[in-house]
């Protein structure tokens, strides 16, 4: 079968990171600048060889200048070192119809560890354009400081500022070539 190359639409997509700020709120992050490669046999997903996402650690943001700063200093992510989030995707398996695990491997500031993430799998269609499309969500949890990411405050109370569970969400569309 021959293989099908698929990209992202990075106007119809988005990724995201929440962490918790003071253990009572939630803060949400963006990565503006990513990629997202597929290969499959086919147009099956099931028969996937090859997943490759990349984000762009300098285009993060969390609509506050001073925090986005911060995040891409070496306190975080350390941009200047590690520009780039990297995930490869070793083995895609169907849970029941439409959802699936995704397990793989993540890099974030040159450290590198197995992640399993949920992926649910929304359907394959041809838009007004002639364009074959697929729609995914993808959802997981990563601890921060198992990348490198150890920054940490305590406040006077005793409150920890940032947790160390990060909740990733993605929402990503496909573009066959």
Known sequence: MATTKWIVDPTHSEVQFKVRHLM??????????FNVEVETDGE?????KKIVFTADVN???????????????????????????????????ELKPGF????????????TRPITLDVEYH??????????????????????????LNWDAVTEAGSVVVSDEIRLHCEIQLVKQ
Not at 44 to 48: A, L, R, V
Not at 123 to 148: C, H, L, M, N, W
Request: overall charge negative; cysteine-free; hydrophobic content about 25%.
């Open 59 to 93: 285009s993060i943001s969390t609509n506050n200048e001073q925090r986005d700063t911060h995040l891409k200093s070496a306190d975080f992510f350390d941009a200047d070192n590690h520009g780039q989030v990297h995930f490869e995707g070793k083995n895609y398996e």
């Open 44 to 48: 099956d997903f099931h028969s996937t």
């Open 123 to 148: 359907g394959t269609v041809v838009d007004p354009y002639g364009q074959t499309k697929a729609g995914f969500s993808v959802e997981g949890k990563i601890k921060r400081k198992e990348f490198g």
């Open 24 to 33: 009572i709120t939630t803060v949400t992050g963006y990565f503006e600048n």
């Open 100 to 111: 699936e695990k995704l397990q793989g491997d993540l890099t974030i500031r040159g450290t």
